[in-house]
């Protein structure tokens, strides 16, 4: 699917390849993960924990959190924070996070 966003510099950035949710991008570097997946025609990149309804990054500056997603492993990555490296795995998150207490030091 054609991309309704482009990148000014798309032409003239060295580009890296992420993947995501399996597939590989070439993507320019130094955008955000958010503004390459909308540039590569990425529709969602999350659903809600209520209702499973899809979501797209939206005001690109942290605020929103719609661009949530999986990075390398680690879920609840704002996508429009995070620049894209080469080798970068993104997956699209669907549902709440699970909290695992003892990674987050709060088991007993």
Do not use: K, N, W
């Not at 209702?51 to 390398?72: Q, S, T, W």
């Amino acid at each position: 699917m054609e991309s309704l966003f482009r990148t000014d510099a798309a032409a003239a950035a060295p580009r890296v390849t992420i993947h995501f949710d399996g597939a590989p991008l070439s993507v320019p570097a130094g955008l955000t993960v958010a503004a390459a997946l909308l540039a590569s025609g990425a529709r969602a990149t999350r659903t809600t924990p209520v209702g499973a309804a899809p979501r797209a990054p939206y005001c690109m500056m942290g605020v929103c959190f719609e661009c949530l997603v999986e990075i390398d492993g680690v879920a609840s990555q704002q996508g429009c924070l995070t620049r894209v490296r080469d080798g970068m795995q993104v997956c699209s998150q669907h549902g709440v996070r699970t909290l695992d207490a003892a990674a987050q030091g709060l088991a007993r």
